[in-house]
T-cell receptor, first 115, second 113 residues
Framework: DAGVIQSPRHEVTEMGQEVTLRCKLI?????LFWYRQTMMRGLELLIY????????DSGMPEDRFSAKMPNASFSTLKIQPSEPRDSAVYFC?????????????FGQGTRLTVV | AQSVAQPEDQVNVAEGNPLTVKCTYS??????LFWYVQYPNRGLQFLLK??????LVKGSYGFEAEFNKSQTSFHLKKPSALVSDSALYFC???????????FGTGTRLQVFP
């Protein structure tokens, strides 16, 4: 398996534009996590899915952020409209999701810059 | 609520010397603990985990971690540091009955030649 695949690797956009980040899970994994990493706030969990269902979205900053899992292997994180303070590295991670403690596997991340 | 703390922002060590990166935890119930490493411009990579059993857990790249219940600690260790070990290290705890991970703030390890 190629691991968790994120696209794009880098995104530069203007304030107010819509941004869509994409993630392909590892085959057979049932849990999906979106994290955001910044120097100021470190690594923050935005949202957590299990079996395509959002379990915990308490970390989503505001209504401008939305995440979906249209199928078991793919997820998107959308920001609309984007703001400069959204600039960060966004990571997607997946794990087996069998209900117990298990390690998560991370993608390479998308570096988002909003100007 | 489950949480971990990494008290050191940065750890400096000379190549060849032993290294320790500290982590303490606060949990309800049994602790399920993890260590991850992040190299520049990369995602986090899993190093090792403690679920149950032996207090000394061995992981990737020669790293190990010692689970200490009385001190509520899970320190990461390596007997002989390499310059290539320089990276950002994260401790994490699993939330009860889920595979959701709660990460610490990270410790930057710098190994000098």
């Amino acid at each position: 398996d190629a691991g968790v695949i994120q696209s794009p690797r880098h995104e530069v956009t203007e304030m107010g534009q819509e941004v869509t980040l994409r993630c392909k899970l590892i085959s057979g994994h049932n849990s999906l996590f979106w994290y955001r990493q910044t120097m100021m706030r470190g690594l923050e969990l935005l949202i957590y899915f299990n079996n395509n269902v959002p379990i915990d979205d308490s970390g989503m900053p505001e209504d401008r952020f939305s995440a979906k899992m249209p199928n078991a292997s793919f997820s998107t994180l959308k920001i609309q409209p984007s703001e400069p303070r959204d600039s960060a590295v966004y990571f997607c991670a997946s794990s087996l999701g069998t209900g117990g403690p298990t390690e998560a596997f991370f993608g390479q991340g998308t570096r988002l810059t909003v100007v | 609520a489950q949480s971990v703390a990494q008290p050191e922002d940065q750890v400096n060590v000379a190549e060849g010397n032993p290294l320790t990166v500290k982590c303490t935890y606060s949990v309800s119930g049994n602790p399920y603990l993890f260590w991850y490493v992040q190299y520049p411009n990369r995602g986090l990579q899993f190093l090792l985990k403690y679920i149950t059993g032996d207090n000394l857990v061995k992981g990737s790249y020669g790293f190990e971690a010692e689970f200490n219940k009385s001190q509520t600690s899970f320190h990461l260790k390596k007997p002989s540091a390499l310059v290539s070990d320089s990276a950002l290290y994260f401790c994490a705890v699993s939330e009860l009955n889920t595979d959701k991970l709660i990460f610490g703030t990270g410790t930057r390890l710098q190994v000098f030649p």
